[in-house]
């Protein structure tokens, strides 16, 4: 992997780059998306190339648990698999796990900390995690080691390394024995992925919570490693401000010569805020998990609901002068009657016109920050 | 509408022919694709279009309720309304209607007769039916001529008679006056659209149950009427062998000059014994319903299902040499992957393979009719 800097603002940290992997090239900054199953919801594999999709993001989590890494790599890796010809990003499996045993962010920002982990579901050690899966009730230990073996039999252009992901609410001395033990995950991922490297790139994950201390030392810590580049990860606070005043703060101290990445979070809204701080990629399942709401993404940072009355009769495209695939061919009118007919097919083109959104939202900030307004 | 006939077989009453419509021409013999809400569950209407489909069967009785035959109309019809440029066939919405009253043929058949018509569901008279919408519980009362006025607002090439569909399990007095009010309806339905013509065409539909002479009974009274087609519809027997009978004896009493339809059949084994019998086209969900199952459809007119263990590691796709697009692009293991998933992607993919094996098996029949094989 190969990251060069196009353009570096004078205006603020934001800069235009160009990630090169063998499955070819991710311009940034880029909107990353989530199809979990090795798929996005819906859609199948060329129309999201087709779509413009850079790099997709998949769950090694639920990748091994469905089919198998392994049936994978018999299939020739998870591109040949899903007949992808793009980059893709696999996660280490760790979020998913931690997500069983703190029952999700949100549950676990909702419930102010009360809820404990559930012992049936997840052990830690300082070898690794054991879980139960979800599918069969197989108990699966999950180690630094043999999630970068998962991800290696996946074939993932870009890996993340094995971290533990504490919970928003946590005491001090807890987050940063954490800390530590996600350091020495870390760099297990790291040599683990160094003794194969398989023309493949390994994203460190920085951690701290909202902790800025710690999250720099984190930052000092990791970016003396080799890793290819780096995703920011953990909690990001309890709200869009807290998580924007610890990127502010935190940013300056992540390598400006290597990607970033930050995980889990693709809104608008904060995509446009992360930008000038100097975030590259974003991944995040909202904008296509809101089309199968009936959300409609607006490139001016906007969304509207296409299944309220207004819209029954609504002639035009979702959005005028939009070209995607969905506005040159359906109308808001039209789109709503699938919706309310509850057809999937609803779904699948509001996912089109949203993911092409994202695209060419992308694509104009790029314009932006070389042309000087960012 | 015109009907040509290009090839009568001389071996059977098989027959190549091509019905002009206003949108286009239907070679036949031809499947014909239900899209019951204006849509075929997963895929969008320029798929299906390129997929070869010439007609699309969508339901009267589920477009009034949702989004209304009214507002089709305002977007200009239900072709432009989905983006279908090929022609349109509409049910009159009687089957739905009668569904309801008797549970549906499979459910009706299964009980033996003992379940009667549910009063507050459906109401009979000699006017036409009462109705609860199933959304909103409203009272909609179809009569032939409201059912007419609704295809008319739809704007669909070929409209179907409002009728009524007795259960299979019927006295033959009972039959015997519905039949009567059946024909009185359909006359009233022609008279309806004669008012009106609007290029729009409309069938009859033949009943009479699985009784030969009320069936050819059927056919003398509706053929000595200017229709521009005839469905054979009604209940059509308890089981395959009992239709073939059925349609064997009747179908020498329907004219040979106008197209006819049978309809809701369109499995591949009844189809192969029905094309010698002289039917020219077949509307079925079965193979998109199949397929949301994840049962796939040969050329040879067999199945297997791909959800099953030994297509875990079919590195091949769905059937070899198959040049659909699912097949082009994926492999059956990836296939059974996402169905495995619960990933739709799944669904899509194995109803454009299902549909395009109907549209490539129909046009190997009319082949095989033109070169006497039939």
């Known amino acids: 992997m190969k990251f060069e800097i196009l353009y570096q603002s004078k205006k603020s940290r934001a800069r235009v780059g160009r990630i090169h992997t063998p499955h070819g090239v991710i311009d940034t900054p880029n909107f990353v998306a989530v199809g979990t199953n090795g798929s996005i919801k819906g859609l199948d594999s060329l129309v999201v190339e087709n779509l413009g999709i850079q790099l997709m993001f998949c769950n090694t989590y639920h990748l091994l648990l469905q089919p198998g890494s392994k049936l994978i790599q018999q299939a ?25 045993a703190y029952g999700g962010v949100a549950s676990e920002l909702k419930s102010q900390g009360t809820k ?5 579901v997840v052990k830690i050690t300082e070898d690794g995690v054991w879980f139960k899966s979800y599918r069969n009730g197989d108990k699966i230990f999950l180690t630094p080691e043999s999630s970068i073996q998962a991800q290696k039999e996946l074939g993932a252009d870009i890996m993340i390394s094995f971290d533990e992901l504490p919970p928003y609410h946590t005491d001090q001395q807890s987050l940063e024995k954490s800390l530590e033990r996600t350091h020495r995950w870390e760099k297990r ?7 194969n490297p398989n023309h493949q790139a390994l994203y460190a994950v920085i951690h701290g919570g909202v902790d800025i ?17 780096f995703g920011i990860g953990g909690s990001l606070g309890k709200n869009k401000p807290e998580m924007i005043n610890m990127l502010t703060q935190v940013m300056p101290s992540v390598p400006t010569e290597r990607p970033n990445h930050l995980l889990g979070i693709g809104d ?7 930008i000038p701080l100097g975030l590259d990629t974003f991944d995040s399942s909202y904008p296509t998990k809101a089309a199968r709401h009936g959300t409609i993404l607006t490139p001016d940072n906007q ?3 296409v299944t309220r009355t207004r819209f029954a009769l609504h002639q035009r495209p979702l959005v005028d002068d939009c070209t995607c695939y ?15 007919a509850h057809e999937t097919t609803a779904m699948n083109l509001a996912s089109i016109h949203n993911l092409h959104v994202m695209v060419t939202v992308m694509a104009e900030y790029r314009r932006k920050i070389a042309d000087g307004e960012i």
Chains 1, 2 share one sequence.
């Open 268 to 274: 608008l809204p904060s995509i446009a805020e992360c």
């Open 116 to 120: 404990k982990t559930d012992a049936s």
């Open 76 to 100: 020739g890796g998870l591109h040949r698999f899903m007949n992808r010809t793009a980059p893709i990003i696999t996660d280490s499996g760790g979020f998913q796990v931690f997500s069983l």
């Open 303 to 305: 969304h509207y609901n």
């Open 326 to 340: 969905t506005c040159q061919n359906y109308t808001a009118s039209y789109l709503q009657h699938l919706f309310r």
């Open 189 to 195: 991922s790291l040599d683990a992925h160094l003794a």
């Open 213 to 229: 201390n710690l999250r720099k030392k984190s930052c000092e810590y990791l970016s003396s490693l080799p890793f290819d580049g």
